[in-house]
């Protein structure tokens, strides 16, 4: 478009180093993954818990949330989903440059939009969690009946019944939330972070 060539990025006088100086250690993503129901956002939570007791810088990006707000225009089609997941790492990257620890809990089911995340944020910063689940589990534990309504065809393109969902190949980190609980799953990340966030 012609009116983006009259767009320059604007660098102010603090930068992300000097914030995470100030903070005690490295911005990073990671970037929570997996189907609804799986226990991405109760993990993500719980590790801004224990990671704001230590005073660290943090903020969790859910689903739901975002929905409400930065993508409330949007649908859930597979173009939808891209562009959701495209401005959520956009608005992760600003984060990261005042030197925040961001965690980011998306059921995001296509590896070709999360590689577009990990292209936007930068490999360096993108660590990806796979909050692995069975479809049944999820299903059991679904306090919302999203997934039955899925079943009878009232919810369309729903993770894990009538659209696909893409398990990373190769994740940083692997969560099997059927055989550990909260308690062992937020101990791991946050075991990563601090090690992975170290100045």
Request: hydrophobic letters at 35%; aromatic letters at 8%; glycine letters at 8%.
């Amino acid at each position: 478009m012609e009116s983006e060539k009259n767009i320059r990025p604007f660098r102010g006088a603090v930068d992300r180093m000097m914030w995470e100086r100030l903070n005690g250690h490295k911005a990073l993503a990671v970037w929570f993954t997996g189907l609804s129901g799986s226990g991405k956002s109760s993990i993500a939570h719980e590790v801004e818990k224990r990671l704001f007791e230590r005073g660290v810088r943090v903020k969790v990006f859910d689903g739901d949330n975002v929905r409400h707000g930065l993508c409330g225009d949007l649908s859930f089609s597979p173009e939808a989903r891209a562009e959701n997941t495209r401005r959520i790492a956009e608005m992760v990257k600003l984060f990261l440059e005042n030197g925040t620890i961001c965690l980011c809990a998306f059921i995001s089911p296509l590896r070709a939009d999360r590689e577009r995340v990990r292209e936007i944020v930068g490999p360096d910063d993108f660590h990806e969690a796979f909050i692995s689940c069975s479809v049944e589990e999820c299903e059991r534990r679904d306090t919302k009946g999203y997934y039955r309504l899925a079943r009878e065809g009232k919810i369309k393109n729903y993770t894990g019944i009538s659209a696909p969902y893409e398990a990373p190949s190769v994740p940083n980190l692997l969560l099997e939330t059927e055989k550990a609980d909260l308690d062992e799953c937020a101990n791991t990340v946050v075991e990563y972070i601090l090690k992975t966030s170290a100045l």
